[in-house]
């Protein structure tokens, strides 16, 4: 098998499959990541990647907490919206018309569109490369009961995608 020699971090970006899309919910502000990630699953720990100069950022340090919101491909628009606006100029619940949900266990609202609402406390948070990542312990989640997860959002090489149809 040939091999190209890949020198462009751009071009070892989009090697990858894809990256699923979440939207991040803490204190009044929600931002899309998609640096998600299972840490561990026994405690059970979830951890995104965020950059410093994010308003996010500095929320989900002063709070130690966080909700990710799986959303599907109908909150496409609103997905957009929160990872190309800042929370500094924007109240994005109300621009995007996403409606607050209290949480079970920690004081970051829900999203109510979502599907998936995964409470989550910061246990540790350690910067590498561009990013912090918050590492959160799962306290609670809701997850409906009509829930399909082959209508969450993948993103990859600029573009959101579904999951393709199964291979085996």
Sequence with gaps: MDKDIVTSNNKLIGVFPAFPTVLVSSQENIITVTLIH???FAPFLLGIGIKPERYSYG???ESKEFVVNI???ELLQAV???GTKSGRDYDKFKATGLNKEKSLEVSAASIRECPVNIECKVVEEFPIGDRT???GEVLKAK???DYKPEKMLLYWRGVYRLIGEPIK
């Design 80 to 82: 957009i919206f929160c």
């Design 38 to 40: 299972v840490f561990s």
């Design 143 to 145: 997850v409906a009961v």
């Design 71 to 73: 959303p599907t491909d």
């Design 133 to 135: 990542w918050f590492v």
């Design 59 to 61: 929320l989900i340090k």
